[in-house]
């Protein structure tokens, strides 16, 4: 019967497309669907407020000296002393990035000590305009109740207002909160809001080495 | 074509709605991969995006048969005036995405070998921030350019028709 099978053979390519056609689409519907980003994406910045309303942002200007492509672009100012608007000396009065000079590596917010600059889930920024992508405090700068500003295309249909609302796109890159000598002390929260990071699988979970080497 | 003193008829506004429909719904993108942007170029073309659903399924290597150039990567000094030839090469209408941050400023390489964004060789409609841009983040970039072209008037560059 080797002849059959001979004859058969080629036959059977033809029935994977067959048993793909089962399986449907693979294809994500974007505008309509969009993709659950991965927990530490790197997205569009967020200027970050305490649970009060004061700013985080202290003004030093660690973002901009770590940036490697010197896109932000920081100027601190003494805090008016009856109406301070950061708990420290100074607040960035100034505070601009070029999202298109941006290579969104996360440098700056493992630059800042008061983790007053954090990554979003929010990746739709094109423009039309090179100005349009220099986002100021105005559109960085996170709302009292801790919701992201819009971006300053915010009339366009595709930009999901509501989304943008919801708190849980955000994201912490490597602040110190995610270490698990940090576990349980509330530095950062995902939503801006007041809480308690829980601690990243694998933080805590019994790993036996010490942090020494975490220093280097 | 109605110009642009009187108010176009209801003629010529459907004739103008079926031409911009036909335009954002067939634009093909002239192969412009430079850099590590074209990896999500490419990916975005592929099956788990799809940019066929948006008509632009096929990569035209000839520019006389795309109409919206990706410069998708840092385009160096050397590579200015291929891409400003390639540009010329493609016929009205046409339009330009300037995909991830070295192609639309320079990103980090803020030195002698590239160019500062390439709004200096070519007119860009269309700037994607990124390091790459995620193929969402194209998608958005081209679909806003698509809403451009719909809401805009049928013209060419120089604004005549």
């Given at each position: 019967m080797s002849w059959l099978s001979d004859l058969l053979g080629p036959l059977k390519g033809f029935l994977v497309p067959l048993r793909q056609i089962r399986k449907g689409p693979v294809t994500r519907k974007y505008p309509q669907v969009k993709r659950v980003k991965p927990q530490r994406f790197h997205g569009r910045h967020t200027l970050n407020r305490y649970p009060n309303g004061m700013e985080k942002c202290i003004g030093c200007e660690l973002c901009a000296g770590v940036c490697p492509a010197n896109c932000i672009y920081v100027r601190g100012k003494d805090n008016?002393?009856?109406?301070?608007?950061?708990?420290?000396?100074?607040?960035?009065?100034v505070y601009e990035i070029n999202m298109l000079r941006c290579i969104f590596c996360a440098m700056c917010v493992e630059a800042c000590p008061t983790q007053a600059i954090t990554m979003t889930h929010l990746f739709e920024m094109s423009v039309t305009n090179r100005d349009d992508a220099i986002y100021t405090r105005t559109e960085l700068l996170v709302d009292r109740d801790g919701t992201p500003n819009y971006p300053p295309h915010e009339d366009s249909p595709l930009t999901n207002l509501e989304e943008l609302r919801k708190g849980d796109g955000w994201m912490r890159a490597t602040s110190p909160s995610g270490r698990r000598e940090y576990e349980g002390i509330v530095a950062w929260t995902p939503s801006a809001r007041t809480g308690e990071l829980p601690a990243e699988r694998g933080q805590s979970s019994g790993t036996p080495q010490v942090s020494e080497d975490a220093d280097g | 074509m109605a110009s642009q003193s009187t108010a176009p008829g209801i003629l010529m506004t459907t004739l103008e709605k079926g031409v911009n429909w036909a335009r954002t719904q067939s634009m093909w993108p002239a192969s412009f991969g430079l850099a590590c942007c074209a990896i999500e170029m490419m990916g975005t073309g592929a099956a788990h995006n799809d940019l066929a659903r948006f008509g632009m399924e096929i990569f035209r290597a000839s520019p006389r048969q795309?109409?919206?150039?990706?410069?998708?990567g840092r385009v160096s000094q050397k590579m200015a005036p291929v891409l400003r030839q390639v540009y010329d090469q493609m016929v009205e209408p046409k339009w330009v995405l300037s995909m991830g941050a070295c192609a639309s400023t320079g990103g980090m390489f803020n030195n002698y070998a590239l160019v500062q964004g390439v709004d200096q060789v070519v007119p860009v409609d269309m700037y994607v921030p990124g390091c790459p841009p995620g193929p969402q983040s194209l998608m958005h970039g081209i679909l806003t350019l698509q809403q451009m072209i719909m809401d805009g008037k049928i013209q060419n560059s120089t604004g005549v028709l």
């Amino acid at each position: 019967m080797s002849w059959l099978s001979d004859l058969l053979g080629p036959l059977k390519g033809f029935l994977v497309p067959l048993r793909q056609i089962r399986k449907g689409p693979v294809t994500r519907k974007y505008p309509q669907v969009k993709r659950v980003k991965p927990q530490r994406f790197h997205g569009r910045h967020t200027l970050n407020r305490y649970p009060n309303g004061m700013e985080k942002c202290i003004g030093c200007e660690l973002c901009a000296g770590v940036c490697p492509a010197n896109c932000i672009y920081v100027r601190g100012k003494d805090n008016p002393p009856d109406n301070p608007v950061s708990p420290g000396e100074r607040w960035g009065f100034v505070y601009e990035i070029n999202m298109l000079r941006c290579i969104f590596c996360a440098m700056c917010v493992e630059a800042c000590p008061t983790q007053a600059i954090t990554m979003t889930h929010l990746f739709e920024m094109s423009v039309t305009n090179r100005d349009d992508a220099i986002y100021t405090r105005t559109e960085l700068l996170v709302d009292r109740d801790g919701t992201p500003n819009y971006p300053p295309h915010e009339d366009s249909p595709l930009t999901n207002l509501e989304e943008l609302r919801k708190g849980d796109g955000w994201m912490r890159a490597t602040s110190p909160s995610g270490r698990r000598e940090y576990e349980g002390i509330v530095a950062w929260t995902p939503s801006a809001r007041t809480g308690e990071l829980p601690a990243e699988r694998g933080q805590s979970s019994g790993t036996p080495q010490v942090s020494e080497d975490a220093d280097g | 074509m109605a110009s642009q003193s009187t108010a176009p008829g209801i003629l010529m506004t459907t004739l103008e709605k079926g031409v911009n429909w036909a335009r954002t719904q067939s634009m093909w993108p002239a192969s412009f991969g430079l850099a590590c942007c074209a990896i999500e170029m490419m990916g975005t073309g592929a099956a788990h995006n799809d940019l066929a659903r948006f008509g632009m399924e096929i990569f035209r290597a000839s520019p006389r048969q795309a109409d919206l150039m990706i410069v998708a990567g840092r385009v160096s000094q050397k590579m200015a005036p291929v891409l400003r030839q390639v540009y010329d090469q493609m016929v009205e209408p046409k339009w330009v995405l300037s995909m991830g941050a070295c192609a639309s400023t320079g990103g980090m390489f803020n030195n002698y070998a590239l160019v500062q964004g390439v709004d200096q060789v070519v007119p860009v409609d269309m700037y994607v921030p990124g390091c790459p841009p995620g193929p969402q983040s194209l998608m958005h970039g081209i679909l806003t350019l698509q809403q451009m072209i719909m809401d805009g008037k049928i013209q060419n560059s120089t604004g005549v028709l």
